[in-house]
């Protein structure tokens, strides 16, 4: 089986003005000053950007984020930021397609493609996130809404492209509700998308490519979920605000 470094990312949201930024970033770095087992990715909100940057940049362990991008690199889009503005602030990873940008922003999955279309070629990572309502979960619809959001967010993407990607399946039903996905739920999930990539790859880059699970990751379910096979990471929302309860999401990974 391909090696795959797992890689927790904290989505901070709309939460934290520069300030608390400053004071979570510290409290982090500080517990996890030792741990290089894995990948952390903090993804702040753009006003903080600069300061956790700041911070992070004594801290080799932890890479910088953000939670959205534009298409553009530069233009009259007033309010948005290009991926060419991230990558000088030193941002590494990018959240592209959450569900709350699909759902209150209207960004569907040609928006989402233009998007890493975009990022790609600047040098950015994304977090590309993919997942199905409730509805389309109790309907027995989620495997086609699966492969429908990952075929049109990889539309024209070439395999070395994609060789930079995450991919975060988050459950719509799940994110901030305290109803994660069981173990074996997410597991099918990712093993399915992992089956979509290889009929749209190949077999290789498949295995190679992280697959984050998110929904209500919490320090105390998070090390049954990490230890499913196709489970490369977590992305975390309302734990990633509290520096005891992100860290000790972090340590549940195993060292081997
Ligand atoms: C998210 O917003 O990506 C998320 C997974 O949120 P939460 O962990 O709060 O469910």
Request: glycine letters at 8%; proline letters at 5%.
């Amino acid at each position: 089986m391909a090696f795959r470094k797992k890689i927790i990312a904290g989505n901070w949201k709309m939460h934290k003005t520069a300030t608390e930024a400053r004071e979570l970033t510290q409290d982090i770095i500080q517990e996890l000053s030792d741990f290089n087992h894995a990948e952390i990715v903090l993804c702040p909100p753009y006003t903080a950007l600069h300061v956790v940057g700041d911070l992070l940049s004594h801290a080799p362990n932890i890479r910088l984020g953000a939670q959205n991008v534009h298409y553009e690199n530069q233009g009259a889009f007033t309010g948005e930021i290009s991926p060419a503005m991230l990558r000088d602030m030193y941002v590494r990873y990018v959240i592209i397609g959450h569900s709350e940008r699909r759902q209150y922003f209207g960004e569907d999955d040609a928006l989402i493609n233009r998007k890493l279309k975009a990022a790609i070629p600047a040098g950015l990572r994304p977090i590309l996130c993919i997942g199905e309502t409730l509805a389309q979960r109790q309907s027995q619809r989620w495997p086609e809404v699966l492969q429908s959001q990952i075929e049109g967010a990889l539309e024209g993407i070439s395999e070395k492209d994609l060789e930079e990607l995450v991919i975060a399946y988050e459950p719509v039903w799940a994110i901030g509700t305290g109803h994660n996905a069981t173990p074996a739920q997410a597991q099918e999930a990712h093993a399915l998308i992992r089956k979509i990539l290889q009929s749209l790859y190949n077999p290789e880059i498949s295995k190679r490519i992280r697959i984050q699970y998110g929904g209500s990751v919490k320090p105390d379910n998070a090390q049954s979920l990490l230890a499913q096979p196709d489970i490369d990471g977590a992305l975390v929302g309302g734990a990633s605000l509290d520096a005891r309860s992100f860290t000790s999401i972090v340590r549940s990974i195993p060292q081997n």
